[in-house]
């Protein structure tokens, strides 16, 4: 795997952006993140909050992360057709087929959305449905989703911001994220949540008097985490 060395965040608007440590000694078996900017704005708050975290965990040799903006991922939304409980896979050809796959080879999950009428976004949302799939193999045809030596050993993580102050802002997007989660097997005490409130306009968390060093600190936190987990 050759990914391309891109610690440019705000490069053009490709859907797929690789970026790697200048430090990373190039193990053989890389920790894999995974970073899904959910905002259909981007290079906005919450995308701006992903950006944060995932520097500081691509700081770290053998860290190869994979950020992609749903916004340009063409991930449509569900169907409801339940066709997924009898194929094991969605009849849509989107997006979502590599997406699937990085989902699955990730062992850390990174999901950064914002609040839209007091609920994740419509983007991410779309996704959280497409997950279906994955809730189908585990529950109706019980096959795995991941192998059973890399259960418990993956890690999910949840960004978000929003315009209001209120700090229930965020109460109705956590159940949804939950669920994702918990179909593709990162259950809820493998859960990271970093959530700022009171950012609206663009930029705006870039004033946010703790939102950078938080997300410092947790992509250093993630990082220490996930070689715990994994013996690396
Ligand atoms: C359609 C729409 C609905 C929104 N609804 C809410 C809301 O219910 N509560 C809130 O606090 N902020 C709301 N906001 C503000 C966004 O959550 C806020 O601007 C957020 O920081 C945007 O993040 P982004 O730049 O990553 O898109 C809404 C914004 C839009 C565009």
């Known amino acids: 795997m050759v990914p391309l060395l891109q610690k440019d965040l705000n490069s053009p608007t490709t859907p797929f952006l690789f970026f790697i440590s200048p430090h990373a000694k190039r193990s053989s078996m890389p920790i894999r993140v995974l970073a899904i900017a959910g905002s259909p704005r981007r290079h906005g708050n919450s995308e701006t909050l992903l950006d944060w975290v995932i520097s500081a965990m691509a700081d770290s040799p053998d860290v190869v992360v994979e950020k992609i903006a749903l916004t340009e991922a063409d ?6 057709c339940n066709a997924c409980e009898k194929l094991n896979r969605c009849v849509q050809r989107d997006g979502m087929d590599t997406l699937h796959d990085k989902l699955i080879e990730a062992d850390c999950i990174v999901l950064a959305a914002p609040i839209f009428c007091m609920g994740i976004c419509a983007q991410a949302k779309a996704l959280i449905d497409r997950a279906q799939v994955f809730r189908s193999r585990k529950y109706v045809l019980h096959l795995p989703i991941v192998p059973p030596e890399r259960k418990g050993k993956r890690l999910g993580v949840f960004l978000s911001t929003a315009g209001q102050n209120w700090d229930y802002v965020f109460d ?30 663009a ?28 013996g690396r």
């Open 75 to 80: 991930v449509n939304p569900c169907r409801g």
């Open 172 to 201: 109705a997007a956590v159940p949804s994220v939950k669920c994702f989660f918990h179909v593709i097997d990162v259950a809820d005490r493998d859960l990271f949540y970093l959530m700022k409130n009171g950012v609206d306009e």
């Open 203 to 230: 930029g705006a968390i870039r004033r946010h008097p703790n939102a950078k060093a938080d997300a410092d600190a947790l992509g250093i936190q993630l990082v220490d985490e996930l070689k715990a987990r994994l």
